[in-house]
């Protein structure tokens, strides 16, 4: 730390000078997590600088009732619930004056964060290292709450940086953070703002504007080659988001294709949700149309495998848990992958064909969710008779009002919502 007054034109140019200290930990590939709203500005400074993701964190401290500036826990996202026993046995707070200060909170904290992120998860920082990023910090409560959090959350090492904080809230954010790094520690400190040129508000607009700047500039998005037949080649749109969960590897079914308005919309949604895609074309135009080509399933199965093997060479998405996403006879030849690839973490089928797999069904190991239209009556006959096969953990979604391509009003958003929160689910509890 040093104890610079050199004065800060705003929270920009506080985050490019923070970006020159913090410069050393590039090599550890830290999550930058800013407190909201007035760090935002300044951690994406430092995350553009470092090639970093960033993210918010949103915690709320728990005032005790007679004393709401008292700190009795901190709560986040996730459920994550951090209570300080002591202060409130001091305080003597009830065990249900406790829960109605953390059902308020509660409300607010996932009102913020679904303002600030909308559909898209908290970035997973478990075994990372985390820089929890502000504009200021005075007292150090916000900060203090967030290290806990940021622990609760399984981060690795955390380390508190910030353009300005007085000496003493440095030396107690020391003791609960693994570092705690201030461009200025003013023995004179009475207010964040006076240390800027530049102060004004943050808005909540400008908030998401950087967020999903960050977000789209630490996504990877980029046509490959990933299938190779003979001659031939079957490309592929490949998608990873910053610090993804997992890859879903996309098997389109008979008429359809990477380019399909449907397949592109629920890729987009799962990269939303924080999972990596590769959509891609199972067979070359030509074979499209050859009827026995579209229902052979152990072709599929065998091109299918080779996109799976290709997605674990790749040097960022190999070490992540692998998914499947089939559609009509492509739900099949995922349902068959997955029982000769114990690897596969799950299965999500839309408006499948589940019943062409045949015998492989019953060696899937994989957690599968079959989706099907309410209207959509012979392929729902099909999904039920063939989810009673499936020795593996498993549920049918039935869409009401959905026919066999989800082309209603709300029905393929409905079965891209379900799908993300099947694959998110299972990857990261695997």
């Known amino acids: 730390m040093t104890a610079d007054t050199t004065r800060l034109r705003d929270r920009r140019d506080a985050g490019r000078r923070l970006a020159e200290r ?10 930058l997590l800013a407190l909201p709203r007035g760090g935002v ?7 553009r600088a470092l090639g970093a993701p960033l993210d918010v964190l949103v915690v709320r401290k728990l005032g005790a009732p007679v004393q709401p500036e008292l700190g009795i826990g901190a709560i986040g996202e996730g459920g994550v619930r951090v209570i300080s026993s002591d202060i409130v046995a001091a305080t003597h707070t009830t065990n249900e004056q406790l829960l109605a200060v953390e059902a308020r909170e509660r409300a607010e904290l996932d009102r913020r964060a679904r303002v600030y992120r909308g559909a898209r998860p908290m970035l997973p920082i478990d075994g990372r290292t985390v820089v929890i990023v502000d504009d200021g910090i005075a007292t150090g409560g916000t900060a203090r709450a967030a290290i806990a959090v940021a622990r609760a959350h399984g981060a ?3 380390i508190v940086a910030t353009p300005v904080a007085p000496p003493d809230t440095v030396a107690l954010l020391a003791l609960e953070a693994d570092d705690v790094i201030a461009l200025a520690t003013p023995a004179g400190f009475s207010a964040i703002g006076q240390w800027y040129d530049d102060f004004s508000q943050v808005s909540d607009d400008e908030v998401v504007e950087l967020l999903d700047a ?3 500039r630490g996504t990877r998005c980029e046509e490959v080659d990933v299938v190779h037949v003979g001659p031939l080649t079957l ?3 490949f998608t990873l988001p910053p610090v993804a969960v997992g890859v879903v590897v996309f098997a389109h079914g008979s008429g359809s294709s990477r380019h399909s308005p449907r397949n592109r919309y629920v890729a987009e949604r799962l990269v939303q949700a924080g999972l990596g895609t590769l959509l891609l074309d199972l067979l070359t135009p030509d074979e499209e149309l050859e009827h026995a080509q579209v229902f052979d399933v152990d072709l599929l199965v065998a091109r299918l495998r080779a996109a799976c093997a290709w997605v674990r060479a790749d040097v960022d998405a190999g070490a992540l848990p692998l998914g499947l996403f089939g559609a009509s006879t492509g739900a099949a030849a995922a349902l068959a992958t997955a029982a000769v690839d114990p690897m596969i973490a799950a299965v999500v089928s839309r408006g499948g064909r589940p019943d062409l797999a045949g015998d492989a069904l019953t060696h899937v190991r994989a957690p599968t969710l079959l989706i099907v239209g309410g209207d959509d009556t012979l392929v729902l006959e099909l999904n039920e008779r063939a989810a009673t096969l499936l020795p593996c953990e498993h549920r049918t979604e039935v869409i009401p009002g959905a026919t066999h391509l989800f082309e209603e009003p709300g029905t393929l958003e409905q079965a891209a919502a379900l799908a993300a929160a099947w694959f998110t ?3 990261t509890a695997g």
């Open 22 to 31: 913090l410069a050393s930990l590039r090599d550890e590939r830290p999550v």
């Open 41 to 47: 500005p300044v951690a994406h400074e430092v995350a």
């Open 156 to 158: 690795a090492r955390v």
């Open 214 to 216: 960050a977000f789209d």
């Open 235 to 237: 490309a592929g749109t």
């Open 425 to 427: 689910r299972v990857m």
